[in-house]
DNA sequence: AGGTTCATGTAACCCGTTACATGATTTC
DNA sequence: GAAATCATGTAACGGGTTACATGAACCT
């Protein structure tokens, strides 16, 4: 018995961080699946996947929402391609993306896409939002980092060597980022 | 026409780093679900997924698998729950992925999962091993950290500064965790 | 002629997320 | 007796990975 009920119909509006990372590329230049596939492969930004079977469909999806338009290219001599460029309404969604609240985005989980954001972000909200968006993050940062400084120094011997280090690795991550961050400011301060 | 034929059958016998961590908890100390999820919530791990949607049918897999073994405890006027243990085939499976080869588990993508492995490192292969794995990972840092900062240096000016530094947030990252490795190595150095 | 690179896809499978559900016990 | 917490689950869905496939153009 139970009639289990899943009335919510999951509207699925969410994108997923590949998504992102093309909708950002498409945006400085059109491209086909090739070219988004070789730049992935060929770029440290190759942790967001590199694999056809993932960016095929994520572009037929993206198509399919709106936000990119595509035109097969029957290029004299050249093997045809399907060309992907971004809609108006691609750019609205990658502007909201590109905005979006940094306190929710969990630091701790998604630093990658936190920096997938700001590597987009001159082109796509301009430098000032660039320089706001650092000066958030270092206010999150600050605030955040001593938790798990202090669950460190908390920590007994009890716990092995290994562990308390591993610990200690992402409480690193955390403080050298924070570093850069403020690095980064001051150069977006200079540039003025 | 083209009978597409999948008879490899994908043994489907890698698990997932959320497997890994559960069996790494499991060697700790025997648990429930409810025990491992509050484990995760209210540690820094919290990025290896907190939803009983996802504990709960990994510790099933794990127990058809035979790496852990499970009994309902019904404890007098305490509610009954479900007690996990490792096993010995659960051990084997631990020891092999902690030695696993760091070559291949790629540095750029699965730092996380690199630390997850050498957080139980020590109770799982002992301190030599940690030390060992510690010195291996100076090794690919050190050779690995170059190209990407060669690629960032020879990034021109036309590539927007938000981009430019998001790339060297990464570098970073990997600058400071091959200190941190350093530093790490030094204590087992130091202790033995 | 044969191999490589260009270029685009599809099918199977697995797993994580989100959402829903349930029932017992402790706390106020 | 209501609310919170303990404790364990399941169903729907989406998307990523791996593997397979195909066909054109280019190079030798």
Same mark, same amino acid.
Do not use: C
């Given at each position: ?36 596939? /070789?730049?992935? *492969?060929? #770029?440290? !930004? +190759?942790s967001?996947?590199?694999?056809? %079977?993932?960016?095929?469909?994520? &572009?037929? @999806? ?38 979006e609240d940094?306190? /929710?985005?969990? *630091?701790? #989980?998604? !630093? +990658? ?5 700001? %590597?987009?972000?001159?082109?796509? &909200?301009? @430098? ?34 290994s ?19 403020r ?10």
């Amino acid at each position: 018995m139970s009639t289990q009920r899943y009335n919510t119909l999951r509207t699925m509006e969410a994108l997923t961080t590949l998504s992102f990372a093309l909708l950002g590329l498409l945006q400085q230049n059109p491209a086909s699946g090739y070219d988004l596939r /070789k730049f992935f *492969i060929s #770029s440290p !930004m +190759k942790s967001f996947s590199d694999s056809p %079977g993932a960016i095929y469909p994520a &572009l037929r @999806r993206l198509e399919k929402k709106g936000l990119i338009r595509s035109q097969v290219q029957d290029r004299a001599g050249l093997r045809r391609r399907r060309l992907f460029r971004l809609t108006a309404a691609g750019q609205v969604e990658l502007k909201r993306w590109a905005s979006e609240d940094i306190s /929710k985005t969990d *630091i701790v #989980s998604d !630093m +990658k896409e936190l920096m997938l954001r700001f %590597g987009f972000m001159d082109q796509v &909200l301009g @430098r000032d939002a660039s320089a706001q968006f650092l000066r958030k993050l270092i206010a999150e940062l600050s605030t955040y980092v001593p938790s798990p400084r202090a669950y460190f120094e908390g920590m007994g011997e009890e716990i092995p060597l290994s562990g308390r280090l591993a610990l200690e690795s992402g409480i690193v991550h955390y403080e050298s980022t924070l570093q850069w961050a403020r690095k980064a400011l001051a150069t977006y301060e200079r540039a003025r």
